[in-house]
């Protein structure tokens, strides 16, 4: 009788191991997978006020490999974007692909091998930052962008710090 007993909780104990692990299992299955190299989700959600959801694009022939983090609200999105493409001339792609700054450009020291930081398309309807930099032969783009136009979380005076934290998390990767 002794031994039915003893073999009884050990079957118990089994069971509840196993459910455990099933419980663990399942739980890990149930959170979408980031595979952003540069930046993960919890700290693009610190930059954007909130829980953001983030998706990774491998790069391709002739396009960038893009990170893409976004939360939305009741009235806004408020978008995290990053890209990173590998140039065989890198200065002078930086330098093509930091065009889009025109004369608005301001340097940003520190990050990576050049940066620079200045206003998204204010043309296209768009509130939000830029950084393009480069870390050796590679030319990142990072764009933070809102659609509420007197956003509490993406003010004037917080995007450029937002942006800076944010280029220094990818540019540190991306040595």
Do not use: Y
Request: charged content about 20%; hydrophobic content about 45%; proline content about 5%.
């Amino acid at each position: 009788m002794a031994s039915n007993a003893a073999l009884s909780r050990v079957m118990r104990r089994l069971a509840r191991l196993a459910l455990g692990i099933t419980l663990v299992c399942l739980a890990a299955r149930c959170r979408a997978e980031n595979k952003c190299p540069w930046l993960n989700e919890a700290t693009a959600s610190g930059l954007l006020g909130g829980d953001a959801v983030g998706a990774f694009v491998e790069a391709s022939q002739g396009q960038p490999a893009v990170c893409t983090f976004t939360q939305t609200g009741d009235r806004f999105t408020r978008t995290l974007r990053i890209s990173v493409e590998v140039a065989p001339e890198p200065h002078a792609r930086f330098t093509t692909v930091a065009q889009v700054c025109g004369a608005d450009a301001v340097p940003l020291p520190a990050i990576g091998n050049e940066a620079t930081i200045c206003a998204a398309d204010k043309s296209k309807g768009i509130f939000g930052e830029r950084v393009v930099g480069r870390v050796r032969d590679q030319i990142f783009t990072i764009l933070v962008t809102t659609t509420l136009r007197a956003d509490p979380v993406l003010t004037h005076e917080t995007l450029p710090v937002k942006l800076s934290t944010a280029a220094e998390q990818v540019s540190g990767n991306l040595f």
